[in-house]
C-alpha cells in the first residue's frame, strides 16, 4: 500500500448533483504527486464540476475527496493552502492591469507591498507580459489573458495546480506557450490536475490519462496504455509506383496477417497490426519484392479511436448536458 | 479606454520562468485588515483606471442640483438662494444613497465574472473581499460629496455651522452610505447579474428618495404622506445632515441615524457573509 503522502489527490465515490443531473457520478481518482494527470472528456462530462470539489469551490453530495491527505470539506483551508485553480473563464480582475492582478493576490496571499510588486514584476516577464503589465486586462489578448491567469495561480508556487481546459479556444502558438509553461511547472516539483477535450493534448502533457464520460471515469491509464488497450496501431505504406500497389497490397496481407486497406491516395495503403515484430518483417519482403517505398510508418491508434472504442461513439461534446457544467 | 495594436508577446524565457517557478516559500496568511485594506486598494484602483465612473457618480447630484435649484427653487422656497440652503444637504443624502448601488454591482462583477473562484481558493479572511469593497467605497463617496458640497458652495450654499459643519455632515453621510451598501452587498450576492442589481434598485431607490424630505418640507404633505416621509430613513439622514451643516441638529435626530446604521448592519453585514460563504456550493 501506498504512504498517502505520495498522492496529491485520492477521491472515492464523488458525486455531485444538479437538479435531475448526476453531473459527477461516483469518480474514483488517484493522482500521484510530481505528474501532470488529464481529465479527458467532452462537455458536460463533468470535469470542472470535479475540479471545483477537489478546489472546495463545490461540496460534494456523497463520497470523500483528499488533497495532500486533506479532505476537502473538513479541511478547506488546509487544501486551499497548497492548491491553486485556473479555471475555464478567466480569473483576471479585466479594470486592473496585469501588474495590479498580480499584486493583488501576491497581498492576499500575505506578502508586503513591496515583495508583491518585485514578484509580480518577476512573473510578468517569466510569462512574456513584461510590455503588457501597465495595461487593463481586458485589452489582452485570450492567449495573454490566460499566460496572466496562469501566472496568477502561482503567485506563490503551490503544490497543486487546477488547470481547467486551459488552451480551449487559444491559438496554436498560444496553446504551445501554456504547454510550455504546465512542463515547466512540473519541472519545478507541481502536480498538475489539468481538464481538457483535446485528445492530442492529453496524449501530449499528461502522464496519465482518465477519460471521462457522463459523470463517471470510464478509463484510466497512461496515454500508451489507453491505446494499447484498444489493440495496437496501424502500419502505412506510400509507393513510389501506384501501379505497384496490388503487388503491395499482396505482400502486406501475406506478411502482416491483416486486412490491408487502400488508400483513396492511388500510392498508399495500410493495415491494422496486431503483432508489430511482423512490421520489420512485412518492410523487408516489400524491399525483396522490388516494390519501391516512399515512407513507411507505424503509428499508434489515436485519442480518437479510443475513445470510439471506450464509448461506442466518437468523443463529441453531449450539448444537453454542457449547459448544466456551465451552471 | 486605449485601443493600440497589442505588441507581439514574446514566449516565456525558460531561464526567468524557471527561477519564477522555484519561489515555494509561502509567506504568513494576511490578518483580516490586511487583506480588507488590500481589497480596498483594489476597488480604489479599478476607480482610478477609469476615471469615467467619476462622472456617471456626480452626474445625476449635479444635474439635480442645478435643476431643483433652479426650477423649483424659487417655487418651493420663495428664492433659489433660500432653496439651495435647504436642498444642499438632501442633495448629499442622494448622492451617497444611490452610490450604494455600486457595492452591489461589483461585487456581483466579481461573482459572475471568475474571480470569485479565484479569491474563494485563497486562505486570506474570506469576509474581506466585501469590506474591502465597502471600504473602497468609503474614498468615493467622500470624492462625491466634496465634489457636491464644492458646487452648492459656489451657487451660494451658505451652513451656518460652518467648515466643522460640512466635516461632521460628510462623516454621519459616509457612515451612512457604508451602512446603506451592505444591503446592496447582500443583493449584490444573491442575484444573476450585474445589470439586475442596478435594475431591482432602481425599483427601490427612486421611491425611497423622493418619499423623503430631501426635495421638500414634510409640513407641506397631506398627513398620510408626512407618515410616511417620518418612516423612512433617508429623511432621518436628511434632517440630520440639515441639523449638522446648520447648527441646529439635536442628539435625538443623530441618535436616529446612527441607531438606523447600526441596524443596517447587524442584519445585512452577517447575512450577506452567510450569502457569500455559501454561493454557489450547494
Known amino acids: 500500500m501506498d504512504s498517502p503522502s505520495s498522492a496529491a489527490i485520492e477521491t472515492s465515490g464523488l458525486v ?26 467532452p462537455n458536460g462530462a463533468g470535469k470542472t464540476t470535479t475540479i471545483r470539489m477537489l478546489a472546495t469551490l463545490l461540496r460534494p453530495d456523497s463520497g470523500t475527496a483528499r488533497v495532500f491527505g486533506h479532505d476537502v470539506v473538513r479541511e478547506p ?19 486592473l492591469t496585469g501588474a495590479e492582478n498580480l499584486v493583488l493576490l501576491a497581498r492576499l496571499l500575505g506578502h508586503s ?9 518577476e512573473l510578468l516577464e517569466a510569462f512574456g507580459l513584461t510590455e503588457a503589465a501597465n495595461r487593463q486586462t481586458r485589452t489582452f489578448s485570450g492567449g495573454m489573458r490566460r499566460r496572466l491567469d496562469i501566472a496568477a495561480s502561482i503567485v506563490v508556487t503551490p503544490d497543486l495546480v487546477f488547470l481547467d481546459e486551459p488552451t480551449t479556444g487559444l491559438d496554436p502558438r498560444s496553446r504551445n506557450q501554456v504547454w510550455e509553461i504546465v512542463r515547466a511547472l512540473v519541472a519545478a516539483g507541481t502536480t498538475v490536475l489539468l481538464t481538457t477535450q483535446y485528445l492530442d493534448e492529453a496524449d501530449q502533457l499528461a502522464d496519465r490519462i482518465a477519460v471521462v464520460d457522463h459523470g463517471k471515469v470510464i478509463a484510466e491509464g497512461t496515454s500508451g496504455e489507453l491505446k494499447s488497450s484498444v489493440g495496437s496501431g496501424a502500419v502505412h505504406v506510400r509507393l513510389a509506383d501506384a501501379a505497384r500497389r496490388p ?59 479510443v475513445f470510439l472504442a471506450l464509448t461506442g461513439r466518437p468523443a463529441e461534446n453531449t450539448d444537453t448536458a454542457a449547459t448544466e457544467e456551465a451552471a | 479606454m486605449t485601443t493600440a495594436p497589442v505588441p507581439t508577446p514574446r514566449p516565456p524565457a525558460d531561464e526567468t520562468l524557471r527561477s519564477a517557478l522555484a519561489v515555494r516559500a509561502r509567506p504568513r496568511r494576511p490578518n483580516a485588515l490586511s487583506a480588507s485594506l488590500t481589497h480596498g486598494w483594489r476597488t480604489l484602483t479599478k476607480f482610478r483606471n477609469s476615471p469615467a465612473q467619476l462622472i456617471d457618480i456626480v452626474l445625476m447630484p449635479v444635474v439635480f442640483l442645478l435643476m431643483f435649484t433652479y426650477l423649483f427653487g424659487g417655487a418651493f422656497a420663495g428664492s433659489t438662494r ?46 474581506a473581499t466585501i469590506v474591502g469593497n465597502l471600504l473602497g467605497d468609503v474614498v468615493r463617496y467622500t470624492i462625491a460629496l466634496t465634489i457636491t458640497t464644492g458646487l452648492g458652495l459656489l451657487l451660494g450654499f451658505r451652513p451656518a455651522a460652518g467648515v466643522t459643519g460640512v466635516l461632521l455632515t460628510m462623516l454621519l453621510l459616509i457612515l451612512f452610505g457604508f451602512s446603506v451598501g451592505w444591503i446592496f452587498a447582500a443583493l449584490g450576492v444573491v442575484v444573476r447579474s450585474p445589470e439586475s442589481v442596478s435594475g431591482t434598485s432602481m425599483i427601490v431607490m427612486f421611491p425611497l428618495i423622493f418619499t423623503s424630505n430631501v426635495f421638500v418640507q414634510t409640513a407641506t404633505m397631506p398627513g398620510w404622506m408626512q407618515a410616511v416621509v417620518s418612516v423612512n430613513p433617508v429623511s432621518h439622514a436628511t434632517t440630520a445632515a440639515r441639523g449638522l451643516m446648520h447648527g441646529t441638529a439635536t442628539a435625538g435626530q443623530l441618535g436616529l441615524v446612527l441607531a438606523t446604521c447600526a441596524a443596517l448592519i447587524a442584519v445585512f453585514a452577517p447575512l450577506t457573509m452567510y450569502l457569500y460563504r455559501n454561493k454557489n456550493q450547494r
Request: glycine share 8%; hydrophobic share 45%.
Open chain 1, 16 to 41: 455531485k448533483v444538479f437538479g435531475g443531473t448526476r453531473a459527477v457520478d461516483g469518480v474514483d481518482l488517484r493522482v500521484p504527486a510530481g505528474m501532470v494527470y488529464g481529465l479527458l472528456g
Open chain 1, 77 to 95: 483551508d488546509a487544501v486551499r493552502s497548497r492548491v491553486s485553480l485556473t479555471g475555464q473563464f478567466a480569473s483576471v480582475d479585466e479594470n
Open chain 1, 113 to 121: 507591498w513591496g515583495r508583491s510588486r518585485s514578484r509580480a514584476a
Open chain 1, 247 to 305: 503487388d503491395a497490397e499482396q505482400v502486406l496481407a501475406k506478411t502482416l496477417d491483416a486486412a490491408v486497406h487502400l488508400e483513396s491516395d492511388p500510392v498508399a495503403l495500410s493495415a491494422r497490426v496486431s503483432d508489430p515484430e511482423r512490421v520489420a518483417h512485412a518492410l523487408v519482403e516489400l524491399s525483396r519484392t522490388g516494390i519501391a517505398v516512399t515512407d513507411f510508418s507505424l503509428s499508434q491508434p489515436s485519442l480518437d479511436e
Open chain 2, 82 to 127: 433660500e432653496y439651495l440652503q435647504f436642498f444642499l444637504p438632501g442633495i448629499l443624502v442622494m448622492t451617497v444613497v444611490l452610490m450604494t448601488v455600486y457595492t452591489g454591482t461589483a461585487l456581483n462583477t466579481d461573482i459572475t465574472k471568475g474571480i470569485f473562484d479565484r479569491f474563494r481558493t485563497l486562505p486570506f479572511w474570506q469576509p
